[in-house]
């Protein structure tokens, strides 16, 4: 696409493209920038827990009472252990991603990719998070009270991070803007 072309793209855009239907006045490429760093903002918040997570189960192997713990508790301690590395790659993987391709107007394309591991990240962290809560109430008080917190825990980690927002999602009306995601469409 020549200077014409390019002209004409970003002028329709501007007026009566796809990128102006929520008010807002960009371009597409402009609005993969704001997503993207909307979504880096996102991921920032989640990176965090990850890590404080990730660090103290790196680091219980190596505690005094790690060796009492039955072989079902290895196993939630490693299937928690597995789903917390998977968290941090689904959040980091963006980053990577996006420097790999950066300046080769693959913006909308990573856009999209890092919301679909964003939310991978975030279904990982909630195993690994309710991995955690089971292993603690399992080894600090049993496994029956382990199994009812960690139910409950799941239950309001998946309304307030699924339900409630699908279910908001699905009563508003379509918009027709187009697909670029990994940040809010505010």
Same mark, same amino acid.
Not at 148 to 176: K, S
């Given at each position: 696409?020549?200077?014409?072309?390019?002209?004409? =793209?970003?002028i329709q855009d501007r007026v009566g493209g796809d990128a102006a239907v929520d008010g807002r006045r960009e371009t597409r490429a402009e609005r993969a920038d704001r997503n993207f760093n909307e979504l880096l903002q996102e991921l920032r918040v989640a990176q965090t827990g990850v890590q404080i997570l990730f660090a103290f189960l790196l680091t219980l192997p190596?505690?005094?009472?790690?060796?009492?713990?039955?072989?079902?508790?290895?196993?939630?301690y490693l299937v928690t252990l597995i789903a917390t590395a998977l968290a941090t790659s689904c959040l980091i993987a963006?980053?990577?991603?996006?420097?790999?391709?950066?300046?080769?107007?693959?913006?909308?394309?990573?856009?999209?990719?890092?919301?679909?591991? /964003?939310?991978?990240?975030?279904a990982f962290l909630l195993v690994a998070v309710i991995g955690s809560v089971y292993l603690i109430f399992d080894v600090v008080?049993?496994?029956?009270?382990?199994?009812?917190? =960690?139910?409950?825990? /799941?239950?309001?980690?998946?309304?307030?991070?699924?339900?409630?927002?699908?279910?908001?999602?699905?009563?508003?009306?379509?918009?027709?803007?187009?697909?670029?995601s990994g940040g809010s469409d505010r």
């Open positions: 696409m020549g200077i014409d072309g390019e002209v004409a =793209a970003v190596f505690t005094d009472g790690f060796g009492k713990i039955n072989s079902e508790q290895r196993v939630v963006p980053v990577s991603q996006h420097r790999i391709l950066f300046r080769r107007r693959q913006k909308p394309e990573i856009v999209n990719r890092a919301g679909r591991l /964003a939310l991978a990240g975030l008080v049993g496994v029956r009270a382990a199994g009812v917190v =960690a139910g409950m825990i /799941a239950a309001w980690f998946v309304l307030i991070w699924y339900v409630q927002p699908l279910l908001q999602r699905r009563a508003l009306p379509r918009t027709g803007v187009p697909r670029v």
